[in-house]
């Protein structure tokens, strides 16, 4: 017999809301700042090309560093982001219809009106950029650095704990580049890109509802086994039987017999940990119109990492007992019963996208106090069409197969650019002042996908920024930016719940193509503030 139910279902949080050493959000899930340098102008450095840094924004300009150079930097986040529930419901009654308001089927959060705040208090992200002059045509660099990730945290308990508690996903990419010099006004770059990454995630189980259907689960098994003794069971599954043979008031009582015999209570919860790797590369292209102004060209691969791990129910704290498959007339402890047969700990593997990304910049010094600078640049968001967590099958202490199904979240993300100007005033040999600001759109485009993992939306980036010469050539870079998130709506519905699977051409699948609770998170999210700090040393070698 292979048992495919899924009496516990919980959705696994958003896996490409995340993704670092540890980012806020900015664009999806990019690392708001790649060094100091460039954060007090907001971004708009790609044709800058005057700190090793360059070999994330451009490659190609590695040729205008005429010394072995590092740059140590560290960046510092702080971000929140309030959430106010507007009509959440969770996991429905099997012999109801989906909760809605006021209906007294949704279970009732612990912390309704405290649900903490969707982005950690602070974060800190190291980065790390390494050019050295071969000779006067060849440049080569390393850089290490987080490119892509996210973190989310909220209490456990609040009212949106059934879609999601908390997870991370950190990343570390390491790319090392060659420029080639052609001439005084071309230049090209290549570079290799290694993204190594871990993904976390928990969230709790809502027990007090899934009980009735592990208690589902088991009775349909033994009918299915023909341990009830009924034969249309053999053909009709057992939930289907009362609901089609007894009239409305025999259905009900017998409906509370069947998926009320248990008394399982506690708290359970489930986890995600897996690591990965993927590999991309990187391209530019630097014209120097004079040394007064430049243009730039630069281009990053998309980069698919797969992530492998372990997907682990904790089932410790559960209490009760449930029917036994074998011998209806006794019953087995609830948490050892549920892990052999019907939620044991399984391996699971997903993909994690990091698009495909392409930026055009511009510089200019008017005076030789000014500089200005300006960058349009796209990212192919669009490739993130949902966020899949396949759980593999097991094996239960008879032999038989447990499938779990998948944990699957729609995304439909779009297509986004960003645009960027920045400015930086030389004070005098020593002290340089920046200023910048950005306009970065959000993938995210309908309330329908913001999910609770990644409410996500559009940005303004406010920045300020300092360059101090010291003795020796040294430099310090320090810069800070706020981005401020416009207010938005979340509307997302899980297409999968327990009773049944919703595919996207409006079909109805069974409920073990994948696992979750099912319901509707309805929220909105205001007053998002990200504050970025960023700091870097740079001196030649």
Known sequence: MTRTHSPIRHPIATLAT????????????????????????????????????????????????KRATVSNGLTLISA??????DGTTRVQDPRQPPCSDGNGNCLKPENPNDPGTFLPG??????????????????VGLGVFTQLGAKVAYKSGWFGSGFLEKGSVESVTINPSLALRFDDKH??????????????????????????????AILRDANSAGL?????GQVIPLGDLYSQLLPGPGKDLLGAVLLQSSNIGGKASISY?????????????????????????????????????????????????????????????????????????????????????????????????????????????????ELRLRIADRKDPDGNTVSQGDAVIPQHWRDTYRISVGSAYKVNEQL????????????????????PGGPDSDRKVLAIGSQLKLPAHVVLDAGYNLLL?????????????????????????????????????????????????SFSLTKPL
């Not at 190609?60 to 560093?65: H, L, P, S, T, Y």
């Not at 974060?123 to 045509?137: A, F, G």
């Not at 990492?305 to 704290?317: A, C, P, Q």
């Not at 938005?488 to 297409?495: F, N, W």
């Open 80 to 85: 929140k982001l309030d959430v106010r529930d």
């Open 18 to 65: 995340l993704l670092f050493s540890t980012a806020a959000m900015a664009g999806g899930a990019d690392n708001p700042s790649l060094s100091a340098a460039s954060l007090g102008f907001a971004g708009a450095s790609s044709a800058a090309a005057n700190n090793p840094d360059t070999i994330y924004y451009n490659p190609a300009g590695m040729v205008r560093i």
């Open 187 to 216: 230049s090209i770059g290549l570079g290799i890109a290694v993204e190594a990454m871990r993904v976390r995630q928990q969230a709790g189980v809502d027990v007090e509802q899934s009980s009735k259907y592990i208690t589902e």
């Open 273 to 385: 940990e897996g690591f990965g790797a993927g590999l991309g590369w990187n391209a530019g292209y630097l014209y120097q119109l004079d040394e007064q102004t430049r243009f730039s060209l630069a281009y990053r691969s998309r980069i698919d990492t797969r992530v492998k791990g372990e997907f682990d129910w904790d089932l410790s704290k559960l209490t009760g007992t449930v029917p036994n498959l074998q011998d209806l007339s006794k019953t087995s402890d609830a948490k050892d019963y549920i892990t052999d047969y019907y939620r044991p700990d399984a391996d699971g593997r997903t993909t994690v996208i990091d698009p495909e990304r392409l930026s055009l910049g511009f510089f200019h010094s008017p005076t030789p106090q000014w500089d200005v600078m300006a960058d349009v640049s796209w990212a192919g968001q669009s490739a993130v069409q």
């Open 485 to 533: 998130l416009a207010d938005a709506k979340s509307r997302y519905h899980e297409s999968c719940t327990i009773n049944y699977f919703e595919r996207p051409d409006n079909s109805v699948g069974p409920k073990d193509e994948c696992t979750a609770n099912g319901g509707d998170f309805r929220a909105t999210y205001s007053n998002g503030r990200v504050h970025v700090l």
């Open 228 to 232: 009830l003794g009924i034969p249309l």
């Open 122 to 139: 602070f974060q800190p992200i190291p980065n790390l950029y390494v050019v050295k002059p071969v000779s006067d045509t060849v440049t």
């Open 432 to 451: 340089t002042l920046k200023a910048g600001f950005a306009y970065d759109q959000s993938p995210v485009h309908n309330a329908r996908y913001r999910h």
